[in-house]
């Protein structure tokens, strides 16, 4: 139990095009997710939380504009690089929680390489 | 949230125990301890939590002593498999809010 998926795993686009990276619970409802990004050798860095029918909440630093995050059900949320250049090329990582009752362990996706031309 | 204070990095051979020992000073009173590990281009993977004392499942043991400013991850008879970096957060209850924040993270090479 307690599966999240991303989908795409990789990709590859030219600077100033838009990616689209979905992330979703496979077995449960997800009551909040988070994106994350992580470089090269480094640690995970929390861009932002995003709750089921709500304005995600961005962490200081993220452009909101440029990282577009639509959290429309349960078990499905979005993140969207807008013109995307090659400073965006990152590890994106999504995680979920809601299956534990009482507890909020957050469960992590796979992951989705984005690298930017 | 409390910063978490762990080796960059350690080495062990198959078969031996590992100990990985986290640092986190400013725990607050009701913050819970987590570790997590991460294999190369993927998601962390949840390991373990507890609050105090001693918890065990089947993959790790977690020490916790009584002030609770430190942690102990536990890796019985480790594989090569287990050559992961390996995370250690505080995290506040369920419904204290839960954002996440990652450390450095203790890199754990195994070998034969």
């Known amino acids: 139990g307690a599966v999240v998926s991303q989908h795409p795993s990789r990709v590859i686009c030219k600077s100033g095009t838009s990616v689209k990276i979905e992330c979703r619970s496979l077995d449960f409802q997800a009551t909040t997710m988070f994106w994350y990004r992580q470089f090269p050798k480094q640690s995970l860095m929390l861009m932002a939380t995003?709750?089921?029918?709500?304005?995600?909440?961005?962490e200081q630093g993220v452009e909101k504009d440029k990282f577009l995050i639509n959290h429309a059900s349960l078990t499905l949320s979005t993140l969207t690089v807008t013109s995307a250049h090659p400073e965006d090329s990152s590890f994106y990582i999504c995680s979920a929680t809601g299956p534990d009752p009482g507890t909020d362990t957050q469960y992590f996706g796979p992951g989705t390489r984005l690298t930017v031309l | 949230l409390a910063k978490t204070t762990q080796p960059i990095s350690m080495d062990s051979y198959e078969g031996q125990e590992v100990n990985i020992t986290c640092s986190h000073n400013?725990?607050?009173?009701?913050?819970?301890i987590t570790w997590y590990q991460q294999f190369p281009s993927q998601g962390p993977r949840f390991i373990i939590q507890?609050?105090?004392t001693k918890v065990t499942n089947e993959v790790a043991s977690l020490f916790i002593p009584a002030d609770r400013k430190s942690s102990t991850l536990s890796l019985p008879r480790v594989s090569l498999s287990d050559t992961a970096v390996y995370y250690c957060?505080?995290?506040?209850?369920?419904?204290?809010?839960?954002?996440?924040?990652f450390g450095t993270g203790t890199q754990l090479k195994v070998e034969l």
């Open positions: 507890g609050y105090k």
């Open positions: 957060l505080v995290v506040p209850p369920p419904g204290g809010g839960n954002k996440l924040t």
């Open positions: 400013n725990i607050a009173t009701n913050d819970y």
């Open positions: 995003s709750n089921e029918g709500s304005k995600a909440t961005y």
